[in-house]
């Protein structure tokens, strides 16, 4: 018996940043503080070719060695993933950057409650969306 399809999904999908360009961007627009990440947010413009949500994920060498930033990048895909589609904005890229010890370390709970509270300090009310 053949395994069935997965469910189809109303949630927007995500593509992964891979341009420097596209960070770049990122860098110069909204920050928000989590504390094991931090958060850039940007709307992309309207004359921008991309669809969907976009996400990148950076770890600098101060993060700690290969084994430490692997790991942490690993944790800040995974968070991406799970609440991305339902709490971020079509049109929009994101870039989650780790932390020293504490993206690593955090219990992944906490991890994944603090996107979700900085995507909604991003997209809060009285901000332009």
Same mark, same amino acid.
């Given at each position: 018996m053949a395994p069935s399809p997965p469910p189809a999904?109303? #949630?927007? *999908? @995500?593509?992964? +940043?891979? %341009?420097?360009?596209?960070? +770049?961007?990122? *860098?110069? &627009?909204?920050? #928000?503080?989590? $504390? *094991?990440? @931090?958060? #850039? &947010?940007?709307?992309r413009a309207p004359d921008e070719p991309a669809t969907g949500i976009r996400v990148g994920f950076t770890c600098s060498k101060k993060v700690g060695n290969a084994v430490a930033r =692997?790991?942490? %990048?690993r944790r800040l895909r995974e968070i991406a993933r @799970?609440? +991305? $589609?339902? =709490?971020?904005? !079509?049109?929009? !890229?994101?870039? +989650?950057?780790?932390? %020293?010890?504490?993206? &690593?370390?955090? !219990?992944?709970?906490?991890?994944?409650a603090d996107l979700a509270a900085a995507l909604a300090r991003i997209h809060g009310k009285g901000r332009p969306s």
């Open positions: 999904s109303s #949630q927007a *999908a @995500l593509c992964v +940043l891979t %341009k420097r360009a596209d960070f +770049l961007r990122a *860098a110069r &627009a909204r920050r #928000q503080s989590a $504390p *094991a990440f @931090l958060l #850039q &947010a940007r709307r =692997n790991r942490a %990048k @799970l609440e +991305l $589609p339902t =709490n971020g904005r !079509d049109g929009w !890229d994101y870039v +989650l950057i780790g932390r %020293k010890a504490a993206t &690593a370390e955090r !219990d992944f709970t906490l991890l994944r």
